[in-house]
Nanobody, 127 residues
Framework: QVQLVESGGGLVQAGGSLRLSCAAS????????LGWFRQRPGKEREFVAA????????YYADSVKGRFTISRDNAKNTVYLQMDSLKHEDTAVYYC????????????????????WGQGAQVTVSS
């Protein structure tokens, strides 16, 4: 079982940038497909982005495409989410998670498609 810890959240003005990190324990990190989700106030947890084991397959939700970039460093057991041109509506708790299967074929997934979760990182974008 992989354990995940997010960091890098905080308060930023609209139009600004933040980079989230998700550090994982365990020697099998490089075999996992990983994803980022977010949960906005009063909303269900929603898919943001996902990346396969090699970084060769990446998908984004339409709401963040062109503004967010997911990447990973398998040597550091870490996955990143670079968030640029942030909007007030990006305010949420952001979670990283491991995908139950390695395949990525669409730009929409639910929480049921993922298993291990981090504790979350708060991102607040002031308007």
């Amino acid at each position: 079982q992989v354990q995940l810890v997010e960091s890098g959240g905080g308060l930023v003005q609209a139009g600004g940038s933040l980079r989230l990190s998700c550090a994982a324990s365990g020697s099998t990190f490089s075999t996992y497909t990983l994803g980022w989700f977010r949960q906005r106030p009063g909303k269900e947890r929603e898919f943001v982005a996902a990346i396969n084991w090699s970084g060769g397959s990446i998908y984004y939700a339409d709401s963040v495409k062109g503004r967010f970039t997911i990447s990973r460093d398998n040597a550091k057991n870490t996955v990143y989410l670079q968030m640029d041109s942030l909007k007030h509506e990006d305010t949420a708790v952001y979670y990283c998670a491991t995908k139950r299967s390695p395949w990525l074929t669409v730009n929409y997934y639910t929480v049921a498609d993922f298993s291990s979760w981090g504790q979350g990182a708060q991102v607040t974008v002031s308007s």
